[in-house]
């Protein structure tokens, strides 16, 4: 009796929010995982949960020599990787009367340096692996300002152009790409928002829908608000609709959050 081996993952930023909803979901199909976070005690948890199908491999993904470090202890363990998930990130808000450009290089280092430091480490061993997959987790901000949003939405912008110019660069060597767009979900991250953001996507929710998604390697998997779905893409809106959305949700500051 033959069997199948199981898929081979690597996962950022699997502490919280989105990203521990979809370890749990990879793992409850079975796929080995591994995974990375600055904070190691969440990914000992699923390791202990899940025994036999969890590497835990944690770091600090904004210094290029960890990542380099977390890519080479993947290849010892496991020689490839079949599919690659960037999904860690932070979010900090900007005070335009208090202009802090340590902000903007602080959340474009982390979600933008940091990524691409990962991709590096990933392409050898997705180049190695079983038909490969490379997902970015990037934003809906990309197609529609919001307030404070400044660093947020350049670095989510960047990481699109990263992903989807990838899309084109790989293609002879087989690696798929797909970006999952949140606009709407229950996390941390989408917690410290102090304007209105309809939620109809917990963070179980969502990793299901992607999971499953991902099963049909879309170039895009949007995960928009119900009151927000009708308007996808919102790429297709005009520069003054987007300004009038915009400046509707605009209230005052809230907290910065990351996503480990």
Same mark, same amino acid.
């Given at each position: 009796?033959?069997?199948?081996?199981?898929?081979?993952?690597?996962?950022?930023?699997?502490?919280?929010?989105?990203?521990?909803?979809?370890?749990? +979901?990879?793992?409850?199909?079975?796929?080995? !995982? @591994?995974? *990375?976070?600055?904070?190691? %005690?969440? #990914?000992?948890? =699923?390791?202990?949960?899940?025994?036999?199908?969890?590497?835990?491999?944690?770091?600090?993904?904004?210094?290029?020599?960890?990542?380099?470090?977390?890519?080479?202890?993947?290849?010892?363990?496991?020689?490839?990787?079949?599919?690659?998930?960037?999904?860690?990130?932070?979010?900090?808000?900007?005070?335009?009367?208090?202009?802090?450009?340590?902000?903007? +290089?602080?959340?474009?280092?982390?979600?933008? !340096? @940091?990524? *691409?430091?990962?991709?590096? %480490?990933? #392409?050898?061993? =997705?180049?190695?692996?079983?038909?490969?997959?490379?997902?970015?987790?990037?934003?809906?901000?990309?197609?529609?300002?919001?307030?404070?949003?400044?660093?947020?939405?350049?670095?989510?912008?960047?990481?699109?152009?990263?992903?989807?110019?990838?899309?084109?660069?790989?293609?002879?060597?087989?690696?798929?790409?797909?970006?999952?767009?949140?606009?709407?979900?229950?996390?941390?991250?989408?917690?410290?928002?102090?304007?209105?953001?309809?939620?109809?996507?917990?963070?179980?929710?969502?990793?299901?829908?992607?999971?499953?998604?991902?099963?049909?390697?879309?170039?895009?998997?949007?995960?928009?608000?119900?009151?927000?779905?009708?308007?996808?893409?919102?790429?297709?809106?005009?520069?003054?609709?987007?300004?009038?959305?915009?400046?509707?949700?605009?209230?005052?500051?809230?907290?910065?959050?990351?996503?480990?």
């Amino acid at each position: 009796m033959s069997h199948t081996t199981p898929r081979r993952y690597w996962l950022t930023g699997a502490g919280n929010g989105i990203g521990a909803a979809l370890a749990e +979901e990879l793992l409850k199909s079975g796929m080995h !995982l @591994a995974v *990375s976070a600055r904070t190691i %005690a969440p #990914l000992k948890v =699923l390791a202990q949960r899940y025994p036999g199908q969890v590497l835990v491999v944690a770091g600090n993904l904004t210094n290029s020599q960890t990542v380099r470090e977390i890519g080479e202890q993947i290849q010892q363990e496991w020689g490839s990787l079949d599919t690659v998930i960037i999904n860690a990130g932070t979010c900090e808000y900007v005070d335009t009367q208090q202009f802090d450009t340590s902000i903007i +290089e602080h959340v474009v280092r982390t979600n933008l !340096l @940091a990524s *691409s430091y990962c991709i590096d %480490a990933a #392409l050898p061993l =997705l180049r190695a692996g079983i038909a490969p997959h490379l997902v970015g987790i990037a934003s809906s901000v990309t197609d529609l300002a919001l307030p404070r949003a400044e660093a947020y939405g350049a670095s989510k912008a960047g990481l699109r152009h990263l992903f989807e110019s990838l899309r084109i660069d790989p293609a002879s060597e087989g690696i798929e790409i797909t970006l999952v767009s949140p606009g709407s979900v229950d996390t941390p991250l989408n917690g410290s928002n102090d304007y209105p953001m309809p939620q109809i996507w917990s963070a179980d929710n969502a990793a299901r829908h992607v999971v499953e998604s991902l099963k049909q390697r879309p170039q895009e998997i949007p995960l928009l608000a119900l009151s927000m779905s009708a308007l996808w893409p919102l790429s297709k809106l005009s520069n003054r609709a987007k300004l009038v959305i915009g400046k509707r949700m605009l209230r005052c500051s809230p907290p910065s959050i990351d996503t480990p």
